[in-house]
């Protein structure tokens, strides 16, 4: 039985079906591909696309959403082996696996790390957990990775220039209040790379590098497509001749847990926003950015209300990925039934 | 396309078209006038009624509502143009309405005033600019005024009264612990003065005035329809002879955000609750308020008790009259598309 | 028209037929009772299984769940009548009632009591209320007793034991951190004792003896069927030769609001964990818990992990008895209307 836990778990030829029915269900293809089936939705953060566009597009294949709120709705969890808990978790998530799985036909989860401890939550314990306790697929919606907007990401980037290999993608990090959480970054870089696009990552200081994890699988992604990757912090040579610019904001790993310490290096990404300068740089490049988005602090008005903004359609891409790869994982449970 | 955000922007045989259809689906009238389609019920606020009412409704009609909790499940928005957004919103108003558009077929809406500053609030920012941006039509669900309320109220008069045109509507302020939203006040003298009654406004002092634009645009109906508007302090002249009592609470406008100053005219209205010596004054009128309401503070339990009092009826009209909006904005976007 | 608030008003065949209905659905039977129909079900209190069970079950009925968090999502709501309602309350539960009936078929409620004052608590004031004054079923989703696990747990002990007539059952208070409500362990020796089982109950300290109301009915019952009913301290006593072991937590009502004083009653029970070496005095019993479960405080891991945990599966049966009961209720609608 197959989970969607990651999109290092599948093939680039399995992922570009997905995204080829995407566009089919965007044209306006129909399914019932979910018919008769039901899939518990839990958040443990809050959502405001991946709550309406998963409920909305799973109704549309013909199945039933159940909405679970694990901050305000329910109770803290525990995914730890043996231990004595006599915490405030009064559940361990062996049990609610176990119990969901009886009651629905799919497990759809988004927690992020806690932002306390990278050596424990790098292993995405809680999703890997209801993974392992599980008698039915589990779909991630946003951990410390966000495969769901990998996948709009890339449907975008295909429906604006077409073939996307050979083309060069900057992930540009950019200013934010907060540290924010690494996933979509390391998702961004996953999937540009994997689709065969040269790929530079910019950062205000070599402190921003994400999880090793995530930059030696790019790394390797590129190696294998012949491409190139980069890891840069000087902001003209990042943004000349690029093809396609996605921005996002994170906390620099070193100080996780440990915030007051990274305001320095933050500092140094002040003037990362993107802005209509920056972007004469490129390739009259698309710019993109998944969504919920601060203007004018990630990227500027005029950049944000010019053509080559992606955002909403990687936003309305969502839904069609995400019944695309549904239909994919019921397919797959079928065939081992 | 139009927007349900006011009835302001309804004429009157507009309005009654719908009164006339939620009477008819009251009646047991079925409709699919929603099949295949979605409603985003978006709340910045809380509810009971508006979204068992709405949620309901829309599966009667053979859609899908999904409900987006803007409190707890979503977070702050920012509606203005041209902000740096380096505060509490993460979002701004404009891609919210343009990914939600992408989504579903029409966004229905809840948000309350602030209370903190009435020059801006008065201009209902929020809604405003979602159906500024919005390619669906927008439903006002209370903000400043409360619509959906107004013909609920009407439906329960007409129900009870048969033709309004000419009877005598009270509009009275009674206590409440705390100021209350003006929306149910706004709406009510909007909506009688509309359908031809006299209307009369019973307040503890003058600062209880609503804003001039409600008041202005109550006395401009009144006078087409050659009916009086009266805004009154004297308890038994304003309830002598009229046929259908309001009653509401609210905050002073000119005391919005500095409530403790608001106290010794709030004291003014201690023994303005809806009791039986009171109601003995008036033409056998009926009684009605929008719930949920405080018995004994604001009503009396031997009027609420009474048959006099239409509220549950006009709770129960909300399911009506909103699938007949429904019903109305859905036929008015397939005569536009 | 009948409620389903306790077991104590349905007779023990009511109940078997509910049962059975239930292993037919379990088994695959399908059914439409709830087609067109819609059910409100208002959470006072948070919930996991029982959101999810009844939300999927009534969808695999035909009808449609309306979630109502009435902590977050609505208003505190007062049930006294004649009651000035000028705290905190901002609705009567007589309106709500009401309105709610007019909006939906049945209305499920879960509203724990507030562990202040249990001479009010025990008359389970907010849901008689609502069964007062609504015009469609109340169904108990746990109040100060559990009817729909009561149902669970009988099912998952028919399931493995056959007929349970004349085997004995044990409830065993285990630890906890906290003191929780007896709405599980008064539900448990309601329905172990009306289907016939002898009876023990296992407690630190005659403290936490139950409320006379369930203790007297469960001695009534046991000595209806000619079994015995006994209240324990011996640990090796209770457990001896024991068919079934219920675990469950709950606090002393003589300390009810003053929970300090309850210390050193539940430090007695210290040792009460359940676990291999007590398992072992039984007659291998099946053990089970309603979920959520504080694995190794309740119950250690390795008899949680062994065959003889029926957890799961009662939890399972969740679904199944509730489809089952629901449509015992549609059924007495349709007779009655």
Not at 131 to 142: D, F, K, L, T, W
Not at 244 to 266: I, M, N, T
Not at 294 to 317: C, M, Q, T
């Given at each position: 039985m197959r989970h969607f836990l990651t999109t290092e778990d599948w093939e680039q030829d399995e992922l570009q079906s997905i995204?080829?029915?995407?566009?089919?269900?965007?044209?306006?293809?129909?399914?019932?591909?979910?018919?008769?089936?039901?899939?518990?939705?839990?958040?443990?953060?809050?959502?405001?696309?991946?709550?309406?566009?998963?409920d909305i597009g799973i109704a549309q294949l013909g199945g039933q959403g159940v909405v679970l709120d694990a901050r305000a709705g329910t109770w803290p969890m525990e995914f730890e082996d043996g231990v004595v808990m006599n915490g405030d978790a009064e559940e361990h998530v062996?049990?609610?696996?176990?119990?969901?799985?009886?009651?629905?036909?799919?497990?759809?989860?988004?927690?992020?790390?806690?932002?306390?401890?990278?050596?424990?939550?790098?292993?995405?314990?809680?999703?890997?957990?209801?993974?392992?306790?599980?008698?039915?697929?589990?779909?991630?919606?946003?951990?410390?990775?966000?495969?769901?907007?990998?996948?709009?990401?890339?449907?975008?980037?295909?429906?604006?220039?077409g073939r996307v290999e050979n083309k060069t993608f900057l992930l540009t990090w950019v200013p934010h209040p907060k540290?924010?959480?690494?996933?979509?970054?390391n998702s961004a870089i996953l999937m540009a790379s994997k689709f065969g696009m040269n790929v530079r990552m910019l950062v205000p200081d070599e402190v921003y590098r994400l999880d090793e994890r995530y930059m030696a699988a790019a790394q390797a992604s590129c190696q294998a497509h012949g491409t190139s990757f980069d890891l840069m912090t000087d902001v003209e040579a990042a943004y000349?001749?690029?093809?396609?610019?996605?921005?996002?904001?994170?906390?620099?790993?070193?100080?996780?847990?440990?915030?007051?310490?990274?305001?320095?290096?933050?500092?140094?990404?002040?003037?990362?926003?993107?802005?209509?300068?920056k972007m004469a740089l490129t390739n009259a490049a698309t710019i993109s950015?998944?969504?919920?988005?601060?203007?004018?602090?990630?990227?500027?008005?005029?950049?944000?209300?010019?053509?080559?903004?992606?955002?909403?359609?990687?936003?309305?891409?969502?839904?069609h990925v995400q019944k695309a790869m549904l239909e994919a994982l019921a397919r797959d449970m079928d065939t081992h039934s």
């Open positions: 995204l080829d029915r995407a566009k089919a269900l965007k044209a306006g293809a129909s399914s019932s591909a979910l018919a008769g089936k039901s899939v518990a939705l839990v958040f443990f953060n809050p959502s405001l696309r991946t709550r309406t566009s998963f062996v049990e609610a696996a176990r119990v969901l799985s009886r009651y629905v036909d799919m497990i759809a989860i988004r927690c992020f790390p806690k932002f306390e401890n990278w050596q424990t939550e790098r292993e995405d314990p809680l999703i890997s957990t209801f993974a392992r306790h599980a008698s039915v697929p589990i779909v991630n919606m946003e951990t410390i990775v966000h495969p769901c907007q990998e996948l709009a990401m890339m449907m975008a980037l295909q429906e604006q220039h540290p924010l959480n690494t996933a979509v970054a000349s001749g690029v093809d396609a610019v996605y921005a996002k904001s994170w906390g620099a790993l070193p100080f996780y847990g440990q915030w007051a310490d990274e305001a320095p290096y933050r500092a140094k990404g002040r003037d990362f926003m993107v802005d209509d300068a950015h998944c969504l919920p988005m601060r203007r004018n602090v990630k990227i500027a008005d005029s950049v944000v209300d010019s053509p080559a903004f992606l955002g909403i359609e990687e936003a309305e891409n969502r839904l």
